[in-house]
């Protein structure tokens, strides 16, 4: 596969990726999280607010490279990734725009990701993280929340993000109805029996 790619056809974060693809020798293979490494963006800090010295990066299950940071930080980030004006207006425009046509490639089929996207219709842009974080954003308003499950829970994380998706007005009746299943309001053991129900007991309320 060739691939073409002119200077001034985009910013210059993208071209300083493309210059270190170029120099991967034939034959050989680097990975996401060589190139991010290899890049040491300060502007990842800018992005949510925090000086580069207060970014920690640490690699997660798939080795991506990941940074610690504050559970405001996390939705001011995602806020601009969904449109907030910002100096990465260009690249995150361009990176929410890929998220919500693909949603299958943010996190695998069948997976929560992949459902919120859909039923956002081009708006939401979302991601599940390791040991109950979800970060969720609207493009339409330029938006976002994150939460973190304290025990990293799935059912809890995903009942809790349709919780604040409701409480925030975000939902129509369709959307609504389709996010059901992620409620997981039914508990049941392992033999299948109805033993109790998950609900929320959070009403989100201004700072």
């Not at 270190?20 to 190139?35: E, H």
């Not at 800090?45 to 925090?50: I, Y």
């Not at 991506?64 to 980030?77: H, Q």
């Not at 929410?96 to 859909?118: C, I, K, N, Q």
């Amino acid at each position: 596969m060739t691939w073409s790619l002119k200077d001034d056809d985009s910013p210059a974060f993208h071209r300083r990726v493309w210059a270190l693809a170029r120099q991967i020798a034939p034959g050989q293979t680097r990975s996401y999280g060589d190139i991010a490494i290899a890049l040491h963006e300060p502007g990842a800090a800018r992005a949510v607010g925090l000086e580069p010295g207060q970014l920690k990066m640490g690699t997660d299950g798939c080795s991506a490279p990941n940074y610690a940071m504050p559970l405001a930080k996390l939705a001011l980030g995602y806020a601009r990734l969904a449109g907030a004006d910002s100096e990465f207006a260009e690249s995150f425009s361009q990176l929410s725009s890929a998220m919500t046509a693909h949603p299958e490639l943010v996190s695998g089929t069948a997976r929560s990701d992949v459902a919120f996207m859909r039923a956002g219709r081009g708006d939401w842009v979302t991601k599940v993280g390791a040991d109950g974080v979800q970060a969720f954003a609207s493009r339409q308003r330029g938006q976002a929340f994150a939460i973190k499950i304290s025990d990293g829970n799935k059912p809890a994380l995903f009942a809790a993000t349709v919780a604040v998706l409701d409480q925030l007005g975000w939902l129509d009746m369709r959307q609504r109805e389709d996010l059901r299943p992620w409620r997981a309001e039914a508990i049941a053991n392992a033999k299948g029996t109805h033993v109790g129900d998950r609900k929320p007991v959070f009403t989100l309320a201004r700072a």
